[in-house]
């Protein structure tokens, strides 16, 4: 079982930053994929970012050089440095962590952190 628990989120105005950091209740060197997922109003949760336990990222086209992900490993946190914040960004961020093996794996979700662009 893995806890992740979400802190950073807030209200900035566009153009301004926001770093999300999700701590998880397990080492994350036991974990396969975390990343970040966002869900806006009346949308589906899309993908942010991921990173693996070989530090391999991905992110999402919208994302277009704005945000990076990171993991600290000493700390089991995984951190997402947004910038040039945009008010299509307002979302609730979800933390994700995905654990296992090749036979099965498991995926946890954090409770998420709202984020909020003015314009």
């Known amino acids: 079982q893995v806890e992740l628990v979400e802190s950073g989120g807030g209200v900035v105005q566009a153009g301004g930053s926001l770093r999300l950091s999700c701590a998880a209740s397990a080492s994350i060197l036991t974990i396969n994929v975390m990343g970040w997922y966002r869900q806006a109003p009346g949308k589906t949760r899309e993908l942010v970012a991921t990173?693996?336990?070989?530090?391999?990222?991905n992110y999402a086209d919208f994302v277009q050089g704005r945000f990076t992900i990171s993991r600290d490993n000493a700390k089991n946190t995984v951190s997402l440095q947004m910038n040039s914040l945009k008010p299509e960004d307002t979302a609730v961020y979800y933390c994700?962590?995905?654990?296992?093996?090749?036979?099965?794996?498991?995926?946890?979700w954090g409770q998420g952190t709202q984020v909020t662009v003015s314009s």
């Open positions: 990173i693996t336990r070989g530090d391999s990222t």
């Open positions: 994700y962590a995905k654990r296992g093996t090749i036979w099965a794996t498991r995926d946890y």
